[in-house]
């Protein structure tokens, strides 16, 4: 039994936290794809700003969180969502709505998105610094021991990971339900499905455009803010979770929501399989193995520090066998 | 009297290719214009520029006197001016009745704000629209079909959605681009009797391009020839299908 919770704790719990910060991430990556028609690179930096305004506001508040029993980051969350989804709109109308309007190749917004994670990237780290800060400022992360009754080995959860799952939760529903549910949603799932039509009903792109961004804007908030939590802010966190994001992203379908949580959690489970030590699951049966078989101790996979080939290898593999990903991509 | 659209001096060419020269046309209030002209003459680039997909290089277009070059495709639907595409554009993954209803003009759901502030008033719009877009598909004879995805539907159905997205609101102007395009006879005659009743009934003025000679016969006074970018001439049906010169432009290339 002991096992079975080791495997729970380091795969399950593991993969849903990997799961959901990919899912949030490439959910962002596919609404902009969906609506602007080109891949986002600086979507990481975004998330890392977001997580930037955060942990300044916590910094500057850090007692904010304690009235409502909830770590400051939370609370400074949605501030920090609006600021990123102006800077988000800034940056569209700035960098992005020139190349528009020339009627550039989504290669040529591929290039401008790089060089605007290259910007955010130095001044990031002009206000950041290089080296990581903790989001509890003045507080401690609580861990939570929930004892599985006749086994030594609790089942642990922290404060960050319990947060993220409920936000998650309700980014995706909440998403779902101004998709569906919404006029404006209709209209940005329209847009997606034909600009030129959208145009012709009347449809006002300009505000879509700008909601994709507060949309992409707020979710890489809240993806880079629960990230940091759960670890602690570095300018570069987010950065290496750029390829995995775009891997879940393509496994999903591109430009389908729904695919992009699919395949979040496709990759961020594969990931955990891929690094989980095996061996100890099979301790047990030890002594009822020959003697000549000797357990080794590591039977993970691959090493942890192989961990990014995984995500790739599900890329291909999932796109052998669906070539537009888990669900039919390019339109909401 | 002005004409509702008037489109003055329209210079438009993609690289070295001119396709519109210094062209002007007129669409008096009330007409079905027909405009009519050999492959290449520039029908779908000035359909275009009237409707504010494409801007022109040079020129104006006015709406009721008032220049609208500047504004995008979505102002000028709000100031009445809807246009159909020659290949029936649909929102695929929407169903009939929600492609219909995400046209009417200034809802209150698409202000940010009132979604929040006033959902009954949303609510309340919300069901008007659905009625109408309702009644609309049962005129254009697609009620059967409401709720199948819009990209599922035939050719012609989609024709007949084009139509339709036309009446759901109070259009001004509507450009018909080859309406009739890949639409059975049965259909077409549904849709020129539709097209009939808007004009009369509802005031619509129509422009429309077309191949079908036949529809242009029926539906069209007066009709533009357009040739080269240019107009070649305007006239009656009967003037123009008199012309040795249009009769040139149509056939010069067989004939030469």
């Known amino acids: 039994m002991n096992e079975l919770i080791y495997f729970f704790n380091y795969v399950v719990v593991a993969g849903s936290v990997t799961g959901c910060i990919y899912a949030i991430g490439a959910v962002g990556v596919t609404l902009i794809y969906s609506i602007l028609r080109f891949a986002h690179f600086a979507h990481a930096d975004m998330m890392t700003l977001g997580t930037l305004a955060v942990l300044l506001l916590t910094l500057a508040f850090p007692h904010a969180g304690d009235p409502l029993g909830l770590p400051t980051a939370i609370v400074m969350l949605p501030v920090a969502m609006a600021f990123t989804s102006l800077v988000a709109v800034g940056i569209d109308r700035a960098f992005y709505q020139p190349l528009r309007s020339h009627g550039v190749k989504p290669i040529v917004m591929v290039i401008a998105s790089l060089g605007v994670t290259l910007m955010l990237q130095g001044l990031i780290r002009l206000f950041a610094g290089t080296g990581s800060q903790n989001l509890y400022v003045d507080a401690r992360k609580e861990i939570f021991r929930i004892d599985v009754p006749g086994v030594t080995r609790p089942i642990i959860l922290t404060e960050p990971q319990v947060i993220l799952f409920v936000i998650t939760i309700v980014a995706v529903v909440g998403l779902h339900l101004f998709l569906t549910r919404a006029r404006l949603g209709k209209a940005m799932r329209a847009m997606s499905d034909n600009p030129d039509l959208a145009r012709a009903s009347g449809i006002n792109t300009r505000l879509i455009i700008t909601l994709t961004w507060v949309i992409a804007g707020s979710l890489a908030t809240i993806a880079g803010t629960l990230l940091s939590l759960d670890v602690a802010f570095k300018p570069d966190l987010s950065f290496f979770l750029l390829l995995p994001i775009f891997a879940a992203a393509i496994v999903g379908g591109v430009g389908h929501p729904y695919g992009a949580i699919a395949g979040g959690f496709l990759v961020g489970f594969a990931e955990t399989l891929a690094v989980f030590n095996w061996s100890v699951l099979l301790r047990p049966l030890r002594d009822s193995l020959p003697t000549w078989l000797e357990l080794p101790s590591n039977l993970a996979l691959v090493g942890t520090e192989y961990k990014i080939v995984v995500p790739f290898f599900i890329l291909v593999a999932v796109l052998i066998w669906r070539p537009t990903g888990i669900f039919k991509g390019k339109v909401i | ?256």
């Not at chain 2, 109408?132 to 599922?152: I, K, M, P, T």
């Not at chain 2, 305007?234 to 149509?250: D, L, T, W």
């Open chain 2, 1 to 256: 009297m002005t004409p509702i659209i008037d489109v003055r001096n329209i210079r438009k060419s993609f690289g070295g290719l001119t396709v519109i020269d210094d062209c002007s046309i007129q669409v008096s209030k009330g007409s079905i214009t027909g405009m009519i002209g050999p492959n290449g003459a520039g029908k779908s680039t000035l359909f275009n520029i009237i409707a504010g997909s494409l801007a022109p290089d040079s020129g104006e277009v006015l709406l009721n006197g008032q220049a609208i070059t500047q504004l995008s495709a979505n102002q000028r639907f709000h100031r009445g001016l809807l246009r159909t595409f020659q290949i029936a554009h649909e929102f695929s993954h929407l169903t009939s009745l929600e492609n219909l209803m995400m046209v009417p003009p200034l809802q209150e759901g698409e202000n940010l704000f009132s979604t929040w502030l006033r959902p009954g008033e949303v609510r309340r719009q919300e069901a008007e629209v659905r009625r109408r877009a309702l009644e609309v598909l049962d005129f254009v004879g697609l009620s059967h079909v409401r709720n199948e995805l819009a990209g599922n539907l035939s050719g012609g159905q989609k024709k007949l959605l084009e139509l339709g997205r036309t009446m759901m609101t109070d259009a001004e102007v509507v450009l018909l681009d080859e309406i009739a395009a890949g639409v059975n006879r049965t259909l077409l005659g549904d849709l020129m009797g539709n097209i009939e009743r808007l004009n009369r009934e509802l005031g619509y003025t129509f422009l429309v391009i077309e191949h079908d000679m036949d529809m242009i016969g029926r539906l069209c006074d007066p009709v533009i020839v357009l040739a080269q970018g240019q107009v070649m001439m305007e006239g009656s049906i009967g003037e123009i299908q008199n012309n040795p010169e249009v009769i040139e432009a149509y056939f010069g290339s067989e004939t030469a």
